[in-house]
T-cell receptor, first 109, second 115 residues
Framework: AQRVTQPEKLLSVFKGAPVELKCNYS??????LFWYVQYSRQRLQLLLR??SRESIKGFTADLNKGETSFHLKKPFAQEEDSAMYYC???????????FGGGTRVLVKP | KAGVTQTPRYLIKTRGQQVTLSCSPI?????VSWYQQTPGQGLQFLFE???????NKGNFPGRFSGRQFSNSRSEMNVSTLELGDSALYLC??????????????FGPGTRLTVL
């Protein structure tokens, strides 16, 4: 069975502080991991995926297969980073995604 | 390109009724997935359609069904509505390029309220 866990429902940080969103997954095969983000009054959208290994809006995420984790990090949070973040696992033929429960990030000025 | 569109945006139904939700994918996208979002259960996968065939199915009862038309537009139907079906229903389309998972583009959702 596939499972994604985001242990923090809410992360509150000050502007300029580092932020790390935790994501752990359970899957016996070779997973594909994603971070999706939903800004206020906007649609859910892809932030980044592990196979691209790129930094988007200053965010990075490294897939650690040994720890089955895919934590999202940003060294200096900005107020515009305030949003709902979802970790997602793709692990079957087709485009089925299993989402974590989401973490709300609030960046205070 | 225009984004994923969903109609209607809001629906109010009563228990026992049935409802049909519609999704128009981004032009050229052949894969359409449906998700249910609730405060308690979060985002849960319902099903995925590709080339008019159901390719994946989540763990929802048979009251939830869907279909896809030749132009890739998709509908989902919920029969015998229950109070617990109140949720935001999201549709996502994907280009379904070969090789790996594809980015999914989400619509704004249909907010269903069952009274």
């Amino acid at each position: 069975a596939q499972r994604v866990t985001q242990p923090e429902k809410l992360l509150s940080v000050f502007k300029g502080a580092p932020v790390e969103l935790k994501c752990n997954y359970s899957y016996s095969g070779s997973p594909e991991l994603f971070w999706y983000v939903q800004y206020s009054r906007q649609r859910l959208q892809l932030l980044l995926r592990h196979i691209s290994r790129e930094s988007i809006k200053g965010f990075t995420a490294d897939l650690n297969k040994g720890e089955t984790s895919f934590h999202l990090k940003k060294p200096f949070a900005q107020e515009e980073d305030s949003a709902m973040y979802y970790c997602a696992l793709g692990a079957a033929a087709g485009n089925k995604l299993t989402f974590g429960g989401g973490t709300r990030v609030l960046v205070k000025p | 390109k225009a984004g994923v569109t969903q109609t209607p945006r809001y629906l109010i139904k009563t228990r026992g009724q049935q409802v049909t939700l519609s999704c128009s994918p981004i032009s050229g996208h052949r894969s359409v997935s449906w998700y249910q979002q609730t405060p308690g259960q979060g985002l849960q996968f319902l099903f995925e359609y590709f080339s008019e065939t159901q390719r994946n199915k989540g763990n929802f009862p048979g009251r939830f069904s869907g279909r896809q038309f030749s132009n890739s537009r998709s509908e989902m139907n919920v029969s015998t509505l229950e109070l617990g079906d109140s949720a935001l229903y999201l549709c996502a389309s994907s280009p379904d390029l070969r090789g790996s998972y594809n980015e999914q583009f989400f619509g704004p959702g249909t907010r269903l309220t069952v009274l």
